[in-house]
């Protein structure tokens, strides 16, 4: 069970979620203007593969893989096209290799029979691919300028229970609640801003509040 941080989120008080978000948002924004996705790819079908392999891993070790990855594999077909050992050892360095190559290989088929080939653009035919869940689906559909939820990794379930943006602990329910209070056209960069804000300010052991924006008026957790 992922450490939960609901608690810390009664040091201080402060205004509503609802009164809060934009200025959030804003401030983040602010802070981290260049907050956007770490992982290289350059057409929808490497989007998809990169996200698939980074489960489990950082979007660096991700990128390292997928540099030599993508010049071997340049469409679906080719992730058929050789003995599965290979792509295995292809992809070994982004850990639980045997899992991802088999997810991999299913989504390529299916992107073949059913899809000319082509990354669908529907959400939930993203879903239906084998090994994509509701994170990959989110992350691909929101770059691609198709928001259909907001990604919530250990960052954001981590800021969002310091900020008093939910009291839940299931990523699931996490990313229900913000998307009631986190305004649609932001579904997108909002969980970059986080991510960003989790990985530079906001440490999950010693989170740095004397250098954050939002620990004067806007975190409920601030140590100020
Ligand atoms: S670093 Fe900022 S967001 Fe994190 S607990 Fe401190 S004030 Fe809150």
Same mark, same amino acid.
């Given at each position: 069970m992922a450490k939960s941080y609901v608690k810390e989120a009664r040091r201080k008080k402060v205004a509503s979620k609802r009164q809060r978000i934009e200025p959030i948002i804003d401030r983040l924004a602010v802070e981290h203007a260049d907050a956007a996705i770490?992982?290289?790819?350059?057409?929808?079908?490497?989007?998809? $593969? #990169?996200?698939?392999?980074s489960a489990q891993t950082t979007d @660096?070790?991700?990128?390292? +893989?997928?540099?030599?990855?993508?010049?071997?594999?340049?469409?679906?077909?080719?992730?058929?096209?050789?003995?599965?050992?290979?792509l295995e050892r292809d992809i070994f360095a982004t850990g639980f290799y045997r899992q991802k190559a088999k997810a991999l290989r299913g989504t390529m088929e299916q992107l073949i029979t059913q899809h000319d080939g082509q990354v669908p653009e529907s959400f939930d035919d993203l879903l239906k691919l084998p090994g994509v869940?509701?994170?990959?689906?989110?992350? $691909? #559909?929101?770059?691609?300028?198709?928001?259909?939820?907001? @990604?919530?990794?250990?960052? +954001?379930?981590?800021?969002?229970?310091?900020?008093?943006?939910?009291?839940?602990?299931?990523?699931?329910?996490i990313e229900r609640d913000l998307m009631r209070i986190v305004p649609r056209?932001?579904?997108?960069?909002?969980?970059?801003?986080?991510?960003?804000?989790?990985?530079?300010?906001?440490?999950?052991?010693?989170?740095h509040c004397e250098d954050c924006p939002l620990a004067a008026d806007l975190c409920p957790s601030s140590l100020l």
């Open positions: 770490a992982l290289t790819f350059r057409n929808p079908l490497e989007l998809l $593969v #990169s996200v698939m392999l @660096v070790n991700v990128n390292r +893989v997928t540099e030599k990855l993508f010049v071997k594999y340049r469409k679906p077909e080719d992730y058929l096209a050789v003995p599965v050992e290979e869940a509701r994170k990959t689906a989110n992350v $691909v #559909s929101a770059e691609r300028g198709n928001a259909q939820g907001i @990604v919530v990794d250990t960052h +954001v379930r981590r800021l969002s229970q310091r900020l008093g943006l939910s009291r839940q602990e299931d990523p699931v329910k056209g932001d579904w997108a960069r909002f969980p970059h801003l986080l991510i960003w804000h989790g990985r530079r300010i906001c440490d999950a052991r010693r989170p």
